[in-house]
Nanobody, 126 residues
Framework: QVQLVESGGGLAQAGDSLRLSCAAS????????MGWFRQAPGKEREFVAS????????YYSSSVEGRFTISRDNGKNTGYLQMNSLKREDTAVYFC???????????????????WGQGTQVTVSS
């Protein structure tokens, strides 16, 4: 079992940066793939970024590529999402997720993940 707790959300202005953290409990985090998703009001949850267990492979949605960076520190059981050049359309609740098993690949579908955090709100104003 893995429990995930996101932090780092808040209010930002367009063009600002925020860094989200995802603290994981349990021994399996370091060998698991991790992803970030977001859900805006009235919209479906959408993929943001994914990283494999060794951080040798990452994948981004086209809407954030070049602005966001996903990373992880397996020694600290923590994943990160660095968000730069924020836009109003980045406003959403951001969730981290972990896939059970050895995560050699990245995964863009929510159904691929087994554990989810409660989310952290990011609000970007213009």
């Amino acid at each position: 079992q893995v429990q995930l707790v996101e932090s780092g959300g808040g209010l930002a202005q367009a063009g600002d940066s925020l860094r989200l953290s995802c603290a994981a409990s349990g021994r399996t985090f370091s060998s698991s793939a991790m992803g970030w998703f977001r859900q805006a009001p009235g919209k479906e949850r959408e993929f943001v970024a994914s990283i494999n267990w060794s951080a040798t492979s990452t994948y981004y949605s086209s809407s954030v590529e070049g602005r966001f960076t996903i990373s992880r520190d397996n020694g600290k059981n923590t994943g990160y999402l660095q968000m730069n050049s924020l836009k109003r359309e980045d406003t959403a609740v951001y969730f981290c997720a972990v896939r059970r098993g050895l995560g050699t690949s990245t995964y863009q579908y929510a159904s691929s993940y087994d554990y989810w955090g409660q989310g952290t709100q990011v609000t970007v104003s213009s």
